[in-house]
């Protein structure tokens, strides 16, 4: 009997496919391939010459390779933790966006910086280091969608409605932003005596604001803000939600009065996939399970969760953790799959089985990589990603407050 030859799959029907396995992540799976395979699965892609297209993985890595050697220490790759293995095997440093942004300051000898993560970074990167370093971002599509949930205008708009209601109140707000924002809102806490956050110093940014006034303005993610606020004691019912779609946010003046914190409606696509329920499953299928989770998450999943943090307290918890140890991870696909691969004696997976990558840094496909390098061989310099001088005066006021905290 002849065998029947199984067909190719495309590209679409591969991710197909996976997305209908609710065992399996694409991130979990899916091989390096051309950039031209991968455009169904990412798209609102940055146009790149058409000669990057078709590149094969190996081609791209020797060429990504030469290309750094050839630049030497005029250059340094930072990368983050969510960024896919084929792009951050190329870093310099790797971290969290609070690592990175001290690891950005720091740099004395390199020309350029090639930020292997999101807008917001490449941006804050450029704020941090000398005015002569050249930041670059491989694929300017590479976004975040909770940074764009904050538009600056409503953000300003909001702040004005907020103080005519606290008009004649001797009611001092504070406004921090998440280090996932756009640098005009990094330069606006700046000018209004606030500053910028990570997930890993937002208790210490919290500080910080009450030791200067008595309310918050928390932009862009509530859930930070929220389970920040949480920890610190503050009662849910004093941490107000304001949604910029409505009128004054839809509070009431009273609501606004009251409240300690002013949580604005953002959230992270990602970090929203977790829940309870994951949480109970993997108790139940897994007894004596730890889970830790991303404070980006929901309220009700940090407090189910054993334990929370930002990214680098994640891999230093799991990490440091004895061997034999299980793990369900409430972050980006990515990172988790990494931490599993490189602590082989301990059970570690994700709590979303299904699709939990950050779309937007995936667009950072290696293809964007060789393109930008080549073109600094060259003599060109591409994807350089500058803020202008007065939002970046602003921005590194604001910066500079989060860097010195204790
Ligand atoms: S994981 Fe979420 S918050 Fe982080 S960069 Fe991606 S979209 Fe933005």
């Known amino acids: 009997m002849t065998a029947v030859a199984t067909p190719t799959r495309t590209r679409d029907e591969e991710?197909?496919?996976?997305?209908s396995n609710?065992?399996?992540?694409p991130a979990d799976r899916l091989k390096p391939v051309p950039l031209i395979e991968e455009q169904a699965f990412v798209a609102w892609q940055q146009d790149i010459p058409r000669e990057y297209l078709r590149v094969s993985p190996e081609e791209l890595d020797q060429r990504i390779r030469a290309a750094r050697a050839y630049l030497g220490k005029r250059l340094v790759i930072l990368g983050h933790h969510y960024q896919r293995?084929?792009?951050i095997q190329y870093a310099d440093f790797t971290g969290d966006s609070f690592k990175l942004a001290r690891h950005a300051a720091e740099q004395k000898e390199a020309e350029y910086v090639l930020f292997c993560g999101v807008h917001f970074m490449a941006e804050s990167a450029d704020i941090l280091t000398r005015p002569e370093v050249r930041v670059i971002?491989?694929?300017m599509a590479a976004g975040c969608s909770m940074a764009d949930m904050a538009d600056p205008d409503d953000v300003y708009a909001a702040w004005d409605e907020i103080h005519e209601v606290l008009a004649g109140s001797g009611s001092k707000v504070i406004p921090i932003t998440y280090m996932n924002s756009a640098a005009s809102l990094k330069a606006f806490t700046g000018e209004h005596d606030g500053l910028v956050c990570t997930s890993s110093n937002a208790p210490k940014s919290f500080d910080y604001a009450?030791?200067?006034g008595d309310k918050i303005f928390f932009f862009p993610d509530q859930h930070l803000g929220r389970n920040t606020g949480y920890a610190k004691g503050i009662p849910l019912d004093q941490m107000v939600l304001w949604n910029w779609r409505l009128p004054h946010g839809g509070l009431t003046p009273d609501q606004i009065r009251k409240a300690k914190v002013i949580l604005w409606a953002g959230h992270c696509s990602t970090h929203q996939r977790f829940s309870v329920e994951q949480i109970?499953?993997?108790r139940r299928d897994y007894p004596g399970i730890n889970v830790i989770v991303h404070p980006e998450c929901r309220w009700e999943v940090v407090q189910a969760a054993d334990d929370s943090g930002s990214t680098e307290k994640i891999v230093r918890v799991v990490t440091e953790a004895p061997a034999g140890t299980a793990w369900a991870v409430g972050t980006e696909i990515n990172l988790v799959n990494r931490l599993a691969h490189e602590n082989p004696d301990k059970t570690i997976f994700c709590l979303d089985p299904v699709v939990c990558p950050c779309s937007t840094m995936y667009r950072i496909h290696p293809a964007y990589v060789a393109w930008v390098l080549e073109g600094l061989v060259a003599g060109h310099v591409i994807n350089e990603v500058r803020v202008d001088d007065e939002t970046r005066k602003w921005s590194l006021v604001a910066l500079e407050r989060m860097l010195a905290l204790p």
């Open 15 to 19: 991710l197909l496919a996976l997305y």
């Open 22 to 25: 609710p065992d399996t992540c």
């Open 85 to 87: 293995d084929e792009v």
């Open 137 to 139: 971002l491989p694929n």
């Open 210 to 212: 009450f030791e200067r």
């Open 280 to 282: 109970e499953k993997a």
